[in-house]
């Protein structure tokens, strides 16, 4: 069986410009969460999604925002790229709303100079 | 907002000697779960551990959840280089899981 799948899996972007990373979790799987990794920390939450619907938020801006499709595939999309925008983008999958295990994918490496 | 730290931030041991990291939560969790970075990776589940008190254990790895479930820790039995990575603890209060900043285990052979 596929597991959680992220593209791309590197990109570079420049400052202002806008991103959008995609993710298809495990098939069965109908959560989707997003997590921002800046190197030497550890994965910080910014959305779940579960059956389409937004079920929770990190403290980010409202640059970032993300979707999830019927199919339970989700996009997270940033607006005016920062510097500091630059992190590996973690997507996870689980079974249902309530935390269980977190199946993470092998994450979406943005770079922005 | 729920705050998750981990101690100690970095750990060299010699291959053979033991390993324990510490967990501690600002906030009461439902549960808790540790998970395994390799470098270079993404992270891996461990172990989720719910009631208060509960010890788990997985071959050489002992994981705890504190009576107060504010606190955990992981112990590693004898590591091996295979056991080299960022093992993180993430926090459960609701929906979201809050993770702490790591401890990165390097063992010398």
């Known amino acids: 069986d596929a597991g959680v799948t992220q593209s791309p899996t590197h990109l570079i972007k420049t400052r202002g410009q806008h991103v959008t990373l995609r993710c298809s979790p495990i098939?069965?799987?109908?959560?989707v969460s997003w997590y921002q990794q800046v190197l030497g920390q550890g994965p910080q939450f910014i959305f779940q999604y579960y059956e389409k619907e937004e079920r929770g938020r990190g403290n980010f801006p409202d640059r970032f925002s993300a979707r999830q499709f019927p199919n339970y595939s989700s996009e997270l999309n940033v607006n005016a790229l920062l510097l500091g925008d630059s992190a590996l983008y973690l997507c996870?999958?689980?079974?249902?709303?309530?935390?269980?295990?977190?199946?993470f994918g092998e994450g979406s490496r943005l770079t922005v100079l | 907002g729920q705050q998750v730290m981990q101690i100690p931030q970095y750990q060299h041991v010699q291959e053979g000697e033991d390993f324990t990291t510490y967990c501690n939560s600002s906030t009461t969790l439902s549960n808790i779960q540790w998970y395994k970075q390799r470098p270079g990776g993404h992270p891996v589940f461990l172990i989720q551990l719910v009631k208060s008190g509960e010890v788990k254990k997985q071959k050489r790895l002992t994981f705890q959840f504190g009576e107060a479930k504010k606190n955990s820790s992981l112990h590693i039995t004898a590591t091996q280089t295979t056991d080299v990575g960022t093992y993180f603890c993430?926090?459960?209060?609701?929906?979201?899981?809050?993770f702490g900043g790591g401890t990165r285990l390097m063992v010398k052979p």
């Open positions: 993430a926090g459960n209060a609701g929906n979201m899981l809050t």
């Open positions: 098939s069965g799987h109908k959560s």
């Open positions: 996870a999958s689980s079974l249902g709303l309530v935390s269980g295990e977190l199946f």
